[in-house]
Each structure stands twice: as structure tokens, then as C-alpha cells.
């Protein structure tokens, strides 16, 4: 198993900026990758960012160019830093790390952190 918690979500005002940190333990060896989800009130949960083992990075594109993610290995941490946010961007955000195997892929969760951005 692979535990995953997140911290560093809170209030900002629009245009402001958050660093969200994700740190794993547990089996983390094999880690394929790991990512940011965000969840607003209503709507389904969406990919924001992700990050491989090999340092490819994935973004939305609505978060493309305000958002960055990266990875402390020796830290086993993954950062989401978020800048010129907007109100749209307020969500409970969720860690993710996967592990794939032949034909499928395990995916584990952390419990979310909330981020509110205030017009």
C-alpha cells in the first residue's frame, strides 16, 4: 500500500498563490507516478497535473502556464505550486500516485486538501 497526504490548501485571494505538498510512504518503490486531481462542489473529479518517474509532466488546460509540479525523490514529495489563481480553481485537490502491472493500473489516493479562492 502507498499512503499519500496532502497539506499546504487554505483561503487566497484571486491572483494569489499556493504551494500544495504531497508526501508518500509506504510501498513507494515502483511508483510509476504521481499527480494532482481537483473536485469543485457538483462537478466530477479532473487531472490537473502529473508528474512520471521519468520527469515527463502532464497539465490541464486550464491550469497550464499558472501551475507547476515537481518531485523531491529524496523527500518522496510531490509539490503543486499554484500561481495567478482564480476563483474557478477552488476545489478539493487530491494527491494521486499509480502503480502499473500488465493490463492494469492501481491507483491510490490521498483525503484531499480543500483550496478556496475568494473574488
Known amino acids: 500500500q502507498v499512503q499519500l497526504v496532502e497539506s499546504g490548501g487554505g483561503l487566497v485571494q484571486a491572483g494569489g498563490s499556493l504551494r500544495l505538498s504531497c508526501a508518500a510512504s509506504?510501498?513507494?518503490?515502483?511508483?510509476?507516478?504521481m499527480g494532482w486531481y481537483r473536485q469543485a462542489p457538483g462537478k466530477e473529479r479532473e487531472l490537473v497535473a502529473t508528474?512520471?518517474?521519468?520527469?515527463?509532466?502532464n497539465y490541464a488546460d486550464s491550469v497550464k502556464g499558472r501551475f507547476t509540479i515537481s518531485r523531491d525523490n529524496a523527500k518522496n514529495t510531490v509539490y503543486l505550486q499554484m500561481n495567478s489563481l482564480k476563483p474557478e480553481d477552488t476545489a478539493v485537490y487530491y494527491c494521486n500516485a499509480y502503480k502499473r502491472v500488465p493490463g492494469y493500473r492501481n491507483d491510490y489516493w490521498g483525503q484531499g486538501t480543500q483550496v478556496t479562492v475568494s473574488s
Open positions: 508528474i512520471t518517474s521519468g520527469d515527463d509532466t
Open positions: 509506504g510501498s513507494i518503490f515502483s511508483i510509476n507516478g
